[in-house]
């Protein structure tokens, strides 16, 4: 028995930092509509916060902080996990092209994957260096 209860609680950790993150999304996305046109700022910014986040998230309770049982779910898989978008990223790119521009899907794709990648960097390297939690 211990053990059913406890995947149910690491499944509402999970749904808890979901709800967070999605809100967020959602809340984003419909103060700040894309045309399908132009840069789509929206999804550009939550992918990359949620990058920073789990980088700092992820270093910081893997390095930092003693053993959990919930935060990491909570903070890496529910609210990093729906925050972002990789759907939604896919869709804007496809819609881009279908709009004839190519060249902004193509910035869209690589500044999208480089700002990941620097900015999950810098948010482990920050967090190895910070004394905030």
């Known amino acids: ?22 809100l967020a999304r959602a809340g984003l996305e419909r103060h700040v509509p894309w045309d399908g ?4 700022w929206p999804t550009f910014c939550v992918n990359v916060a949620g990058t920073l986040l789990l980088g700092f998230f992820v270093t910081r309770l893997q390095e930092r902080l003693p053993p959990s049982t919930f935060r990491r779910p909570l903070l890496g898989t529910g609210l990093c996990g729906a925050l972002t978008t990789f759907s939604t990223y896919q869709l ?16 869209y794709g ?19 260096r910070a004394r905030l939690l």
Not at 110 to 128: D, F, I, M, N, Y
């Open 1 to 22: 028995m211990p053990h059913r209860a406890g995947r149910l609680q690491l499944s509402l950790a999970i749904a808890a930092g979901g709800v967070l993150g999605a």
């Open 110 to 128: 690589t500044a999208s994957l480089a700002a990941g990648l620097v900015g999950c960097h810098l948010a482990s390297a920050l967090s190895r």
């Open 37 to 40: 046109h132009g840069w789509p």
């Open 92 to 107: 804007e790119l496809l819609q881009l092209v279908h709009h004839h521009r190519a060249w902004t899907a193509a910035a």
